[in-house]
């Protein structure tokens, strides 16, 4: 049985998150950060701020990201003064991040003007139903063989 477009739930989350990343897109665009990038400095800002300086390792995992492509943007955004990496003492082959006082100032700056962006696009859902339903949707249950 083929479904109408309108009718796909992946159509749909498609074209709902082609419209959302634009949101975002052009909400970050000021701030000068790409979505990927505002993820890994809002996710370092994050775990730095409970007392965490993850390496590359925990913050791709953090944000579910790939390790060599956070590896990338990690450079350029080191290289725009936002993040350090230092080397860890404990590891000298890892890295450990911390924001520097640029990337601790635009960090919530760009948390909010993405949260903006989220309560606008979400408004006709309410809240803690999109929170449940996208949560079981990023993390759906381990199947187990019985």
Partial sequence: MTLEPGESPGFLLWHATLRWQRDIATAL?????THVQFVLLACTWWLNTHDEQPNQLALARQAGTDVKMTSQVLRA????GLIERKTDPADTRAKRLHVTSAGAELAPRAIAAVEQVDAHFFEPVVRDDAVALLGRLAHPPIERDT
């Avoid at 955004?77 to 725009?80: G, Q, R």
């Fill in 29 to 33: 665009g000021p701030l000068g950060l």
């Fill in 77 to 80: 955004l080191e290289a725009k």
